[in-house]
């Protein structure tokens, strides 16, 4: 199994950008479809932008496209997001998460699905002020 930790977040300026990262221990990222999520408050947690166990593809949540970007180090073993013009709407606690490889194959929207994926970090907040 791996063992899943969030780093990076902070208190920023709308506008501004942060750079979350996630570092796995255990197995190597790359075994694993690897995905953020967050929860703002009131509301459920919700998928923002996941990258492919083969690091073939890319998906994003239509409310972070064009600003927030996925990716992934393997010799670091962990994940990072990138995320540029900050919005209040951001705020939020972001969770990365891991999924087995096997779910790429289970359907169009795999990526999306929370219950497919297995490991997940403790979570890092992300607070945006305007």
């Known amino acids: 199994q791996v063992q899943l930790v969030e780093s990076g977040g902070g208190l920023v300026q709308a506008g501004e950008s942060l750079r979350l990262s996630c570092a796995a221990s255990?197995?190597?990222?790359?075994?694993?479809?690897m995905g953020w999520f967050r929860r703002s408050p009131g509301k459920e947690r919700e998928f923002v932008a996941a990258?492919?166990?083969?690091?073939?593809?890319?998906y994003y949540a239509d409310s972070v496209k064009g600003r927030f970007a996925i990716s992934r180090d393997n010799t670091q073993n962990a994940v990072y997001l990138e995320m540029n013009s900050l919005q209040s709407e951001d705020t939020a606690v972001y969770y990365c998460?891991?999924?087995?490889?096997?779910?790429?194959?289970?359907?169009?929207?795999?990526?999306?699905?929370?219950?497919?994926?297995?490991?997940w970090g403790q979570g890092t907040q992300v607070t945006v002020s305007s």
């Open positions: 255990g197995r190597s990222v790359t075994d694993y479809t």
């Open positions: 990258l492919s166990w083969n690091g073939r593809d890319t």
């Open positions: 998460a891991a999924q087995s490889s096997s779910a790429y194959y289970s359907g169009r929207n795999y990526y999306r699905i929370q219950s497919l994926y297995n490991y």
